[in-house]
């Protein structure tokens, strides 16, 4: 048996292929729920739009399970009325 090498155009280059596309990561449904404002030391808070809660929003430190709790537990949000 004999091997076959595949024929190259050496004249031509191949084309490069294109990079992977970055993803963009789905914005969490609580934010629904929820207003970003920054404090007064530059921090990412989240206020409830319903009551007068305020909470830690800071991307890289604190995630959303406080927004996802309280949004079920606020007396006004209309999931909790909901339930």
Avoid: Q
Avoid at 52 to 75: I, Q, V, W
Wanted: charged share 25%; proline share 10%; with cysteine.
């Amino acid at each position: 048996m004999s091997e076959v090498e595949p024929a190259v155009d050496e004249g031509k280059e191949a084309p490069k292929p294109l990079p992977p596309r970055k993803k963009c990561r789905v914005k969490a449904y609580c934010w629904n729920h929820f207003t970003k404002y920054l404090d007064d030391n530059n921090l990412t808070r989240a206020k409830c739009n319903y009551c007068d809660a305020h909470f830690a929003a800071e991307p890289k430190r604190n995630g959303t399970a406080s927004l996802n709790s309280h949004m079920y537990d606020c007396p006004y949000s209309p999931l909790y009325i909901a339930l």
